[in-house]
């Protein structure tokens, strides 16, 4: 039996014509609020940043066996999580400035419209599941750096290095091509005095993985998972564990979420914007393109600009409806996303504000 499932019990009443209404009961004796659910079965899909098919097939799986949107999101990222090579998200992410890599993640649960979420936590290879046990297991929404560590320290997670050597070499060449004012010096013969190549392939490097998904009794939940910013401040945190900004779920209406640049997502909480905007009758894509224009028309500084005055970096968004629709746009294009209904894995390109 899933996680939830164990330690929830649900209590249905069925209502006139095909509604039910539904009450969690947590173990510290918390109800939560009561909420419609529609009748199954629905056709489960799950929507989401392209980084892999087969975390997408994972989701997917579970949804098919008639399983809650929140275990399947969280079990297809846990792939992404445990992949060494994926160099954004837990296992074999980058690391901040000082080379340790630390991780955000948080989770949304549509039912029982609750979350979890942890920031910055270090040497713990799956932040999403520790997200989700502060949900379940404490009367709290976040938790970050130490107190994190501790927390999913005390439900028995094993402390483990998260940098893989493929990591700390990209991060060595970012120190040693930061500057020309420093001791750190990239490889080099003894005679060269042009040493300093442009290192620029990591330097707005943000990838991320979100997962929104619908299941089989109508249900949605959401994920999203990060290594953050390549090479940040330590203690940096992004949008992705931030609760309306790098995510957002409303069990009535859709959910949604983003990777990309988190400080544009911060100062715009796009994901709950997205999720309202769908509530008003806008598709998930238009409403996901309402969000890049958003990010655009509000930024005002120059360094984030171009020669033509259009936002330099790049932030997409993925979003569901209860209705199963799906979208996502992103403020360039080349950007894709990952849905999948039924057959297999789909990559498409992202709507785009801006072309190349
Ligand atoms: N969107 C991921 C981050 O900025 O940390």
Same mark, same amino acid.
């Given at each position: 039996?899933?996680?939830?499932s164990?330690?929830?019990?649900l ?18 004796g918390?109800?939560a609020?009561?909420?419609p659910q529609?009748?199954p ?15 997408? *097939?994972?989701v997917? *799986? ?17 792939i992404v ?15 901040n *400035?000082?080379?340790?890599v $630390? ?8 039912p029982?419209?609750?979350?979890g979420?942890?920031a910055?936590i270090r040497?713990?290879?799956n932040?999403s599941k520790?997200a ?11 938790l970050?750096?130490?107190g994190?560590?501790k ?7 094993? *402390?483990?290095n998260?940098?893989?050597? $493929?990591?700390?070499e ?18 080099h013969?003894i ?42 401040i330590?203690g ?5 564990p931030?609760i ?10 859709g959910?949604?979420?983003s ?6 997502n911060?100062l715009?909480?796009?994901?709950v914007?997205i ?9 998930p ?5 309402l969000?890049?224009?958003?990010i ?16 330099k970096q790049?932030?997409?968004?993925f ?20 849905v ?17």
């Amino acid at each position: 039996m899933d996680p939830l499932s164990r330690r929830a019990f649900l209590k249905t009443t069925t209502l006139a014509g095909a509604s039910t209404l539904t009450s969690v009961i947590f173990p510290n004796g918390i109800t939560a609020q009561a909420m419609p659910q529609s009748s199954p079965v629905h056709k489960p899909i799950v929507v989401g940043s392209a980084n892999s098919a087969m975390a997408f *097939e994972k989701v997917m *799986e579970l949804l098919n066996q008639g399983k809650d949107a929140l275990d399947a999101v969280i079990a297809g990222v846990n792939i992404v999580e445990d992949d060494p090579k994926d160099t954004s998200v837990g296992y074999g992410g980058l690391p901040n *400035e000082e080379g340790v890599v $630390e991780l955000d993640a948080a989770v949304m649960h549509g039912p029982s419209y609750r979350a979890g979420a942890v920031a910055a936590i270090r040497n713990i290879k799956n932040p999403s599941k520790v997200a989700r046990l502060v949900m379940e297991r404490t009367d709290h929404v976040l938790l970050v750096g130490e107190g994190a560590l501790k927390f999913a320290k005390a439900h028995g997670f094993q *402390e483990e290095n998260l940098l893989t050597d $493929e990591a700390r070499e990209i991060w060595l060449k970012w120190k040693e091509n930061l500057s020309n004012q420093d001791n750190w010096l990239p490889p080099h013969s003894i005679d060269d005095t042009t040493i300093g190549e442009t290192f620029d392939a990591y330097l707005q490097h943000y990838g991320t993985i979100h997962c929104s998904a619908l299941d089989q009794n109508g249900n949605l939940s959401c994920v999203t998972t990060t290594s953050g910013r390549s090479f940040k401040i330590p203690g940096r945190v992004g949008d992705s564990p931030i609760i309306g900004a790098g995510l957002y779920c409303d069990n009535e209406v859709g959910s949604a979420g983003s990777t990309g640049r988190g400080e544009a997502n911060l100062l715009n909480c796009s994901s709950v914007m997205i999720v309202e905007w769908m509530r008003q009758g806008k598709s998930p894509e238009e409403a996901s393109m309402l969000a890049c224009k958003r990010i655009n028309e509000r930024c005002c500084e120059a360094r984030l600009k171009d020669e033509k005055g259009r936002f330099k970096q790049n932030v997409a968004f993925f979003a569901l409806t209860k209705r199963g629709e799906y979208g996502s746009a992103a403020i360039w294009n080349d950007t894709y996303y990952m849905v999948h209904d039924g057959s297999s894995p789909k990559k498409l390109e992202c709507a785009y504000l801006f072309k190349k």
